[in-house]
């Protein structure tokens, strides 16, 4: 059978798979990153992990993985394969591409960020299966994006495309990791719900999922934090339809774990805010924290039908 490797790299946790050309999963295996042990050994783990995976392969299907993609966090240099930065894992300028062909003997590798391999999973087989044009919005600790066109991503001229959680709505507001004032990713993003739900009730253990919950029940407290976050992120998403008019908007991350509660009132405050936009399909995530794993070996896969026609 023929496959390849699909690595996701995340802060915490490494998920991994070998993928058929049809993109579906033959084998899967999970390692923590190890990051407490410092960069290097990070890198080595990937490495070990990686060549683990081709002979799980060898043993499993006979033949060696034909090729590799493997989605990193931080700033990717996709074109040379290196791992720009990652405050997160702590490198920089890393040849990730050039360290795992060597480790693997030489098949093509592909480098990703995790959050385009992500949407462009959830583009392809996921919740944007078909459509040509979409935005992809993960609402995790920050909030990040992916811009679907074609059946890729549009990583933009410096690879920083689709960095829609930096988009200032709220001019003058909560102070944001990257030095901007009211990014939307301070105010909509599952921990600034945390945040905000935590000053509220005076109890700082309380979280996005509880607050969700007291929506649900009614809790008129919750209901403001909610709409706010929920108001932002239409905003957000509003500017993002009048530049890129997708034709469907594709939300996940922790915050979208909330379903309908999340999901109707934001599909109203998108409405309510439209101009002459289309109104864009608002539609949860379906490939959950498989997303970045799967889209990884869909660039794999994507590499050696590029080799093909070349
Ligand atoms: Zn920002």
Redesign the pocket.
């Known amino acids: 059978m023929k496959h390849v490797i699909a690595l996701d790299v995340g802060g915490t946790g490494m998920k991994a798979a070998l993928v058929a050309q049809d993109g579906s999963v033959l084998y899967e295996a999970r390692r923590p990153t190890g990051r407490e042990h410092g960069t290097d050994a990070v890198v080595a783990t990937i490495l070990d992990f990686a060549a683990d995976l081709a002979q799980e392969g060898r043993t499993r299907f006979g033949a060696a993985p034909l090729a590799a993609g493997v989605a990193v966090p931080g700033t990717i240099d996709e074109r040379n394969g290196i791992a720009v930065f990652s405050a997160n894992l702590g490198w920089r300028d890393l040849p990730m591409r050039k360290l795992l062909g060597e480790r693997l003997g030489n098949i093509p590798v592909a480098l990703g960020h995790d959050v385009r391999s992500g949407g462009l999973a959830e583009g392809r087989i996921g919740a944007g299966r078909g459509v040509d044009r979409f935005l992809f919005i993960a609402l995790g600790t920050g909030i990040a994006g992916a811009i679907g066109i074609h059946g890729g991503i549009e990583a933009g001229a410096h690879g920083y495309g689709g960095e829609i959680?930096?988009v200032v709505v709220r001019p003058g507001g909560p102070q944001?990791?990257?030095?901007?004032r009211g990014?939307l990713?301070?105010l909509a993003s599952a921990s600034a719900v945390s945040r905000a739900w935590a000053e509220a009730t005076g109890d700082p253990d309380a979280d996005a999922a509880a607050c969700a919950l007291a929506v649900e029940s009614g809790d008129p407290a919750a209901l403001v934090v909610w709409q706010n976050a929920v108001d932002a992120l239409a905003d957000g998403i509003v500017l993002a339809q009048s530049l890129l008019d997708p034709s469907t908007v594709i939300v996940g991350g922790g915050l979208a774990e909330a379903g309908d509660t999340l999901f109707t009132p934001l599909r109203a405050a998108v409405t309510e805010r439209l101009t002459f936009q289309m109104p864009p399909k608002v539609v949860p995530a379906m490939l959950k924290d498989t997303a970045a794993s799967l889209g990884a070996g869909l660039l794999a896969w994507d590499l050696l039908s590029m080799e093909v026609t070349a």
């Open positions: 959680g930096h944001c990791g990257c030095g901007a990014c990713e301070t």
